[in-house]
């Protein structure tokens, strides 16, 4: 067991001796923590012998200590390995390591190290990583403006309007935003169809819908809503009842009007077998970061496939796992379109040197740059977004 360490920005967590008759070890694992507009981010960086530096992300909304303690425990069964081999590394953290292996710490920070060690290969052998997996970056990937409409102070329908003309001529082509809550439900079903209304009167179908609805509805209230929208042909509603009552989904999903969609809380292909299964979704949302890494959420993929469900990744974190998710759609047939941080796209594409693909017609295009492709100096972020609880 580790000893307990102080939490700081930087945490160095284990170094291995230099082993021979290897062309590579893992040295250490080097945890950064930050705070950015009131948001945690963990990202990971695993040093290797033979130079090359892999970044991974474990961002857990209040999470960011658990996240350090979560690492420096996998550390130990890690450092003096190999980097390659990583479905190897992923089956022995995933099933060896421990018995209690399922939840969202733990699954979390093997999701970082999954994403790392990708990284690691892609610059290992001098290719990125989306080419690793098979994909081609010469067709873009479609992304949404998540929370778009959050740092509005004037909600009206008339605001919403104009928000929407200039989104647009930014080269979005679709958003999403959580519905805000209301004492009275009439009133919040009002209000939402009036926004609605107001965006499709301004752009039309130039700009796709999408609504959060955050797991604050009931089956027949998420129901109402969805026939009161159904003229106004929206891409999708997101987990309107708890994500737990797969049983639930599958009822909104069976008489809803629009499809559904979930999953940005499940953390292996188990569980999102037990959501399709009770047919809950017909879009599933797998988080890079939370659901086992590239890995895993390739296997998710394949899985929804199987069951004629499209992928849309949720992402809602850093530049790392922006790209981490992305490049694992590449290869991907069944891929819909993946959420994006369009409040933040310009700033992580600043302070990674322009490593960060900007937004062009609605979609990203991967660089060419060995593994995610990312420049990415997480000192200097710290110290410029320093983490305070």
């Not at 970044?55 to 890690?78: C, F």
């Not at 009206?156 to 979005?172: I, N, Q």
């Not at 988080?287 to 496939?305: F, M, Q």
Request: with cysteine.
């Amino acid at each position: 067991m580790l000893p307990r360490r102080s939490f700081l920005p930087c945490l160095p967590f284990a170094l291995s001796p230099t082993l021979a008759n290897s062309p590579s070890r893992i040295t250490a694992l080097r945890t950064h923590l930050s705070r950015l507009a009131g948001r945690e981010y963990v990202f990971l960086e695993i040093e290797t012998s033979s130079g090359h530096t892999g970044l991974g992300e474990a961002s857990l909304p209040g999470k960011a200590k658990l996240m350090a303690e979560a690492l420096a425990w996998l550390a130990p069964h890690l450092t003096g390995q190999d980097p390659a081999g990583i479905a190897d590394h992923w089956n022995r953290l995933f099933y060896d390591t421990n018995r209690w292996r399922d939840g969202s710490v733990l699954m979390t920070a093997l999701s970082a190290v999954d994403i790392a060690l990708w990284d690691v290969e892609g610059k290992r052998l001098g290719v990125p990583t989306w080419r690793l997996l098979g994909g081609n970056n010469a067709k873009p990937l479609r992304v949404y403006y998540s929370h778009w409409s959050n740092n509005l102070k004037d909600r009206s329908p008339a605001a919403l309007a104009e928000h929407a003309r200039k989104t647009l001529a930014e080269g979005w082509t679709a958003v999403k935003w959580v519905i805000p809550r209301h004492p009275d439900e009439r009133t919040r079903l009002a209000n939402t169809v009036a926004e609605v209304a107001a965006i499709r009167d301004a752009v039309g179908d130039q700009l796709d819908i999408a609504l959060e609805m955050y797991e604050t509805f009931t089956v027949r209230s998420a129901l109402s809503l969805a026939r009161a929208l159904a003229p106004y042909r929206l891409l999708f509603l997101e987990e309107p009842v708890w994500r737990e009552s797969n049983f639930a989904l599958g009822q909104v999903a069976a008489q809803s009007p629009i499809p559904l969609a979930g999953g940005e809380g499940l953390l292996h292909r188990w569980q999102f077998r037990d959501l399709l299964e009770a047919k809950g979704a017909v879009i599933v949302q797998p988080d890079v970061v939370h659901c086992g890494g590239i890995t895993e959420i390739r296997r998710i993929a394949h899985l929804a496939e199987v069951y004629g469900a499209e992928v849309a990744p949720h992402m809602w974190y850093g530049p790392i796992a922006h790209l981490a998710s992305l490049h694992s759609m590449s290869a991907i047939r069944n891929f819909f379109l993946q959420e994006f941080d369009g409040a933040h796209a310009r700033l992580f594409h600043d302070l990674s040197d322009g490593t960060f693909p900007l937004l062009a017609q609605g979609h990203i295009t991967l660089n060419q740059r060995p593994g995610l492709g990312l420049s990415l100096n997480l000192p200097a972020w710290t110290q410029r977004f320093p983490f305070a609880p």
